[in-house]
């Protein structure tokens, strides 16, 4: 077995490639970050960093039912809600979402950005996504080499019909 070679990524190549992300089940959601996993050479788990400006939410209220994530607070504060909580969260404060998580969302009410890490699994097969608040569960579906494709699951029906219908 040949050792793979380590990767440094650089401060300024991180700023420099800071993009912009949206999520189109939450219209606050207006985050930028910087994927490092990927660039570092890191298959098996993902790790970025992403800013929240003031009044930006991450993404939908979700919970992951296979994944497990994480966040760590680098600078400013934030507000995760976690279930039926908010937590406020500060530099150097961590979060561990084990599998199955309880749903949450990275919101800033702050007048400052925060910077955070998150990271969590890659490379799982398939992974179903719940969006309590909106109502909505989705099926993730990885092939490698392939975009992720999300499939709406819809609301479950019995298939079988009684003696009455």
């Known amino acids: 077995m040949h050792p793979k070679p380590a990767k440094v990524i650089r401060a300024a190549d991180i700023h420099r490639d800071r993009a912009p992300y949206t999520q189109r089940l939450n219209p606050r959601s207006r985050l930028e970050g910087t994927e490092l996993a990927h660039p570092g050479g890191l298959q098996r788990v993902g790790v970025s960093i992403a800013w929240l400006r003031p009044g930006s939410e991450s993404f939908a209220f979700h919970a992951h039912m296979v994944e497990e994530e994480w966040i760590y607070a680098l600078s400013g504060r934030a507000m995760v809600d976690i279930g039926n909580e908010s937590v406020e969260i500060g530099p150097g404060d961590f ?57 709406s699951i819809g609301n479950a029906e019995y298939p079988f019909g009684s003696a009455d219908d």
């Open 95 to 151: 979060i561990a979402f084990p599998a199955p998580n309880q749903p949450h969302l990275v919101r800033n009410p702050f007048e400052v950005e925060f910077s955070y890490l998150m990271g969590g699994q890659i490379g799982l097969p398939l992974d179903l996504v719940d969006y309590p608040r909106l109502g909505k569960q989705y099926l993730l579906k990885r092939d490698p080499g392939q975009r992720t494709s999300f499939h």
